[in-house]
């Protein structure tokens, strides 16, 4: 799988976990076009990067036990100059 893809999907998943949607793991799997495995795949990934990340049989989704947004990538941060290449001073 391209990393494209999967970024995409764990972001996809994040979202529909963010809002209580994912249904069963083989409905989310299906709708996104992987296998059950691969989903059980994203969630454990999802885990390890500190989504708190439960299931409700009751309501069939997953959900955030802990309130939190996905973000993966790079933010720019902010208070420091770039003087050379490669080299940064704190503001």
């Known amino acids: 799988m391209q990393f494209n893809n999967l970024f995409e999907n764990l972001r996809l998943v994040a979202s529909l976990i963010e809002s209580e ?3 069963t793991p083989h409905d989310l ?7 059950d495995r ?3 795949n994203y969630i454990k990934m999802l885990r390890e990067m ?19 947004t996905f973000r993966l990538g790079f ?9 050379e290449k490669n080299h940064f001073t704190k503001l």
């Open 21 to 23: 949607s994912t249904g």
């Open 75 to 83: 933010e720019p941060v902010t208070g420091y100059a770039i003087h």
């Open 29 to 35: 799997a299906t709708r996104i076009g992987v296998t």
């Open 38 to 40: 691969t989903i059980r």
């Open 50 to 68: 500190g989504g708190d990340i439960a299931y409700s049989v009751r309501l069939q989704t997953y959900y955030l036990r802990t309130p939190a």
